[in-house]
């Protein structure tokens, strides 16, 4: 029960990640680099507290994996937070959901994974599912949802590509991991933010530093921790389904506390989308055989 509630509250914590960057008048690049600089010192003073030691061993095996996987990080944070400049919570959420489909699109080549007949039913919904949520902006000249659902579609991408480089780490702790990967990617984006934009001017935006602390403390840090505590003990299935709590999450705010307009067309859309995903990872034969087992 213990793990149930710490991945789910994890969700939670994730789900709220799109109404905490409204808040912070930073550039995107500025705001993944203090977030994985604050989430990756938050998890390193968990490690002191609780007598735990870093496996450099572990990162000098898989160090290129690790640079790999990184970059793919700082590229999924980057395009997610400016997603949002351009559409809202939802939209960007569920265009940063269209990531899963293309794991499974690039699996054959890349994992060596053969496509069932199931998934090829999943991408081809789920295409259908993003063109509606795109219905909107196209319907709309001048709206920049389209451009917003776009990015956040490469922010997608970044993520699709950390899930598959990830997957070739065979050995480890995943919070090592993640200490390592939000370390490098707070190195990754250090030049651009003091060589392209000049450095921080966080003095003029005072009222934003509670929510860049929130961020990289509570979305960042304590999110991968209760991520990671609860995974270890739940199983693939349960992960699955819980997973769709964050994109759940991100609507509610989207639409009951930010006041954020979607279409009618847009819903059918986002629920074709997360359907489809959620179908693609799920599998119902392993589900009928735990029935019958009584699990």
Not at 50 to 56: A, E, I, Q, V, Y
Not at 100 to 107: C, T, Y
Request: net charge positive; aromatic share 14%; with cysteine.
């Amino acid at each position: 029960m213990k793990a149930l509630i710490q991945f789910i509250a994890s969700m939670v914590i994730f789900g709220t990640i799109g109404l905490i960057i409204k808040q912070i008048n930073l550039t995107s690049v500025e705001i993944a680099m203090l977030s994985s600089f604050i989430g990756c010192t938050f998890l390193l003073l968990f490690y002191i507290i609780r007598n735990k030691k870093l496996n450099f061993k572990f990162l000098k095996y898989y160090k290129w994996l690790i640079i790999i996987s990184s970059f793919a990080l700082a590229g999924n944070w980057v395009f997610l937070f400016q997603s949002y400049q351009y559409t809202s919570i939802a939209n960007a959420t569920l265009g940063y959901y269209f990531g899963p489909i293309i794991v499974l699109l690039l699996s054959p080549f890349i994992l060596k994974e053969a496509l069932s007949k199931k998934s090829v039913l999943c991408i081809i919904a789920s295409l259908i599912g993003l063109i509606f949520i795109l219905s909107n902006g196209f319907l709309q000249p001048g709206s920049n949802d389209v451009l917003g659902i776009l990015i956040s579609m490469l922010a997608g991408s970044c993520y699709a590509c950390l899930m598959l480089t990830n997957k070739f780490v065979k050995q480890g702790s995943r919070m090592d991991l993640t200490i390592f990967q939000l370390a490098i990617t707070a190195l990754i984006l250090l030049p651009f933010v003091f060589g392209v934009d000049g450095g921080f001017e966080i003095h003029t935006q005072i009222a934003a530093i509670p929510f860049i602390l929130f961020l990289g403390i509570v979305n960042t840090g304590i999110g991968f921790w209760l991520f990671f505590s609860g995974m270890e003990k739940l199983n693939g299935q349960n992960i699955a389904l819980l997973s769709y709590i964050d994109p759940l999450v991100a609507i509610f705010i989207s639409s009951l506390i930010l006041r954020e307009q979607f279409t009618a067309l847009q819903i059918i859309g986002g629920i074709i989308l997360i359907a489809s995903t959620f179908l693609s990872e799920f599998s119902f034969n392993k589900l009928k055989i735990r029935r019958k087992q009584g699990f």
